[in-house]
């Protein structure tokens, strides 16, 4: 039995614990909240305490980065010192850092497919801050300080997204109702999109991993899909009609304005109106993850939505 460290209540970081508890682990889940989570111990903590996160993680395997601010215009002054705790307290413990980590950093300019492999050319905002977080752990990495890896998946769905993925209850609950959903984006454009459970196996096998540490992987995706696709299909699991539509440019652009949090968002919109796929394959050779197929994940979420009221957190 193991011990591991999730700093992070959110999405991944439930999924995960889940994952770990059911193959026999010991998992303890820090966050600000002291969140609970079925059959792991929590703990409440601000993960930029370096010394509380440290002791934390004491007798632990591995810690996961799984925190996840969702406030996109205050990343530059809440990141940073995540990253440092996260790497000083790996240090201090002797325990393995494993980042959850996204897209963000590849930037507007990567040719797709993105892999593992891709620089990282970002000059977003956003982006740069991801890119500085790993920079700071690979280079302690490279000290011999610590044993890091990073985790990137593109944007997730499953049971308990939540309302802000792309993917989420904003999206599930309205096409599940059979009612039109507007959307960030174009309805039309390929897209890679990571089911919940595959993310969470993916940062399990990296963390279990036996070779060489200092590097990226990234989540398998089944085939990229754009969301009138996935809309379709959910019609044909439910019987439904509903329709999705894209929020107008004009109007995105006139909302942040006045939304620091949109005009954030704004600043990726090129990973929604254009294609933005990824190809793991060297993750899935070397970790031996391979991606849930659309139709099983689709089932499941839908039966989760189903099963599971909306709730406050949404």
Known sequence: MTNYLIAGAGPVGKTLAARLISRGDNVLVASRSGMSVTGAQAVTLDATNTAALAAAAQNCETIFLATSPTAYHRWPEVWPPMFQSAIDAAHHSGAKLVIVGNLYAHG???????????????????????KEGWDLALAAHRRGDIQAVEVRASDYFGPGAGKTAQLGAGFFRPVLAGKKVSIFGSATAKHSWTFLEDFARTLIAASDYEGEWGRPWLVPTDEPLSRAEITARINSLTGNAAKVASYGSVLLRTLGIFSPGIRAANDS??????PFVVDATETTNLLGVTATKWHDALATTVAWYRENPAERTE
């Open 108 to 130: 507007e300019g990567s040719a797709m497919p993105m892999t593992e492999q891709s620089p990282l050319l970002t000059n977003e905002t956003k982006g740069r801050v991801r």
């Open 269 to 274: 919109a090129y990973q929604f109106d254009r």
